[in-house]
């Protein structure tokens, strides 16, 4: 296991150029003592690490230094051949480029051991990480999106608004990200970052200006904050239930459940669930007849009895 972490520290030296002990720490999780030793254990082994104090500094490799030391153990073979969601390779043009990668990487592994585990993996586990629901969206301009990123280029698009209406923007691309199928760019204007959905661009064009990157911009965290905030902000509708056990695996369908109490003397579970909309509310209520009772809010129960009592005096 260290000798692992030691070759780790190597390549990831070799490869950032400069990493405070905190940054190792976080990436290897570890301790900063236990970088502090290994990195001691590297220098009595002969390898020329270095240590720079002060603002930007941190641990780096002597200019000179380089290692082909790239040795996978079996866990790291498998997570390199668990199969990526070929729809997202292909919204990107990498399918076959991916395709490709991965055979040449299967052909490099030493010992055919390796290979089978490799082989083994990819046969095992498939990704796809489209819901049921979802359309394939029209990516026409995720290629201009992409070009824009590579070349570290400001972007001059049109985008439509929530409301349909168009506007003019002018953005530093900081990154794309795919949620399902459906892919945002995630750009700074105006002294902030948001998110733009590909789908609603509407015309794209390179701009021969630079793009402003922020020099601690984290694509990952930022959409980790960035979800999470969005999901916090969602229009939430609470409402109470008392109804037959024999639904509660059908409510989970149609509602996000988020208590389910015991059973009272009649076999009844009191339920809670979260909507978006009291309209919600009140189609779940209906849809399940007599096999549920709402208990709150008091006006949606009032609401649902005189959609029944209409629906009874329809068919009568």
């Known amino acids: 296991m260290r000798a692992d972490r030691l070759l780790s520290i190597l390549l ?31 220098s009595s082994a002969g390898v020329p690490v270095m240590a720079e104090r002060g603002a930007g500094g941190g641990w780096s490799l002597s200019e000179s230094y380089s290692t082909n030391l790239t040795g996978l153990n079996f866990t790291e073979i498998q997570s390199l051949f668990i199969a990526a969601p070929i729809h997202l390779m292909a919204d990107l043009g990498l399918r076959q480029a991916s395709e490709a990668a991965l055979i040449k990487l299967l052909a490099a592994l030493p010992g055919e051991r390796s290979r089978h585990d490799a082989a083994f993996m990819r046969q095992r586990i498939h990704i ?19 070009e824009a990123l590579w070349q570290e280029g ?8 929530n409301d349909g209406t168009s506007a003019e923007r002018e953005v530093d691309p900081l990154g794309l990200v795919a949620k399902g199928r459906i892919w945002y760019l995630v750009a700074n204007v105006d002294n902030q970052t ?7 661009i509407q015309k794209a064009q390179i ?11 984290d694509l990952a965290a930022f959409w980790r904050e960035s979800s999470a905030q969005f999901k916090a902000n969602l229009p939430r509708y609470c409402a109470t239930f008392r109804v037959d056990p024999a639904i509660v695996s059908d409510m989970r369908y149609a509602g996000h459940i988020e208590h389910v109490s015991s059973a009272d003397a009649d076999g009844w579970l009191t339920v809670e669930v979260r909507f978006d909309v009291e309209l919600e509310a009140r189609a779940y209520a209906l849809g399940f007849g007599g096999q549920l009772e709402v208990l709150s809010p008091v006006e949606l129960r009032d609401t649902v009895l005189r959609l029944a009592q209409d629906v009874i005096k329809r068919h009568t």
Do not use: C, N
């Not at 796809?128 to 995720?142: F, I, R, S, T, V």
């Not at 948001?194 to 609603?200: N, V």
């Not at 200006?209 to 020099?215: A, I, K, N, Y």
């Open 12 to 42: 990831l030296l070799q490869t950032h150029t400069r990493l405070t002990g905190r940054e190792l720490a976080e990436r290897l999780e570890v301790s900063e003592r236990t970088i502090h030793r290994d990195m001691e254990s590297l």
């Open 128 to 146: 796809d990480g489209a819901g049921w629901q979802q359309e394939p969206e029209l990516l026409e301009w995720l290629p201009v999106v992409q």
């Open 154 to 161: 400001k972007l001059h698009m049109t985008y439509q608004r």
């Open 194 to 200: 948001r998110t733009y959905r590909i789908s609603r």
């Open 207 to 217: 701009s021969d200006q630079s793009v402003q990157r922020p020099p601690d911009f």
